[in-house]
């Protein structure tokens, strides 16, 4: 579901190809004309899922837990 999604914007963006500067993508190294920055991290669109597997989903879900136990701490 998320390749479609990634496809889409994909080619919703591809006109604009032709105006950003090459830059290198953190994950698979290639140089690409359209990136995504994430915290200044430039992410190719085909390397966007594997950003979220690896990278986003586990700090997102170590801030779930951390904001829950600050929660747990603040009650007792």
């Given at each position: 579901?998320?390749?479609?999604?990634?496809?889409?914007?994909?080619?919703k963006f591809s006109?604009l190809?032709?105006?950003f500067?090459?830059?290198?993508?953190?994950?698979?190294?290639?140089?690409?004309?359209?990136?995504?920055?994430i915290d200044?991290?430039?992410?190719?669109?085909?390397?966007f899922?594997?950003?979220l597997?690896?990278?986003?989903?586990p700090?997102?879900?170590?801030?779930i837990?951390?904001?829950?136990?600050?929660r747990e701490?603040?009650?007792?």
């Amino acid at each position: 579901m998320l390749e479609n999604i990634i496809k889409k914007v994909q080619f919703k963006f591809s006109f604009l190809y032709e105006i950003f500067p090459v830059y290198s993508c953190k994950i698979c190294g290639k140089k690409k004309n359209f990136i995504f920055f994430i915290d200044e991290t430039p992410i190719c669109p085909e390397c966007f899922p594997t950003f979220l597997e690896k990278q986003f989903l586990p700090l997102l879900i170590s801030k779930i837990i951390l904001s829950m136990e600050h929660r747990e701490d603040k009650n007792a």
